[in-house]
């Protein structure tokens, strides 16, 4: 009995040892996270996570981690600079495009979502404000909303914003933007 105790007891151990941590990367990745938010997660154990775990069609918030998702996906990253709680045009484009299933639809299969927000009263951490301001800048956002489509590299290329029409249409405007790369 002792023995499946001792043996339930390291297996729990075991598990709580190897868990996700938040930011937690090699030197490298310690290094690009002003620019790129947290680093790609890794578990306490030092081993990068697959990035299998991406949802297509959700939004993530993590600059890094999207540029992985993109690689691996072979699909572009649309950054999505906002003023979510105080911007008009961004609280426009997000209800009558981004939540509707025309886009989540297209989104899916063909992008990487990343939302790059800055709030008036939703909390930030630092770290965050800061990574989201470095994008900002490297980007050129001069407004908001700010579409930016990039590469896995993080190359840009096409910018838009809102756009009138609804969702179909918002689609159809990015399959044209993204024909041109």
């Known amino acids: 009995m002792k023995i499946v105790y001792f043996l339930l007891l390291l297996s729990l151990v075991s598990v709580l040892a190897c868990t996700p941590a938040n930011g937690a990367g090699d030197k490298q990745q310690q290094g690009d996270q002003a620019l790129a938010g947290s680093a790609a997660p890794a578990d306490t154990c030092g081993n990068a996570m697959k990035?299998?775990?991406?949802?297509?069609?959700?939004?993530?918030?993590?600059?890094?981690?999207?540029?992985?998702?993109?690689?691996?996906?072979?699909?572009?990253?649309l950054i999505n600079f906002t003023g979510s709680d105080w911007c008009g045009w961004c609280k426009k484009l997000s209800k009558e495009v981004f939540t509707q299933d025309a886009f989540v639809n297209y989104a899916k299969d063909n992008l990487v979502l990343l939302k790059i927000d800055f709030p008036q009263s939703i909390p930030q951490t630092q770290a965050e404000k800061d990574a989201n301001s470095a994008l900002a800048k490297k980007y050129a956002v001069q407004g908001y909303p700010t579409i930016v489509l990039v590469d896995e590299k993080g190359t840009e290329l096409q910018r838009t914003g809102y756009q009138y029409g609804g969702a179909e249409k918002y689609v159809t405007h990015l399959q044209e933007l993204l024909k041109t790369e």
């Open 51 to 77: 990035t299998s775990t991406y949802e297509p069609g959700r939004w993530i918030t993590d600059y890094q981690l999207a540029l992985n998702y993109a690689a691996e996906l072979k699909r572009p990253v």
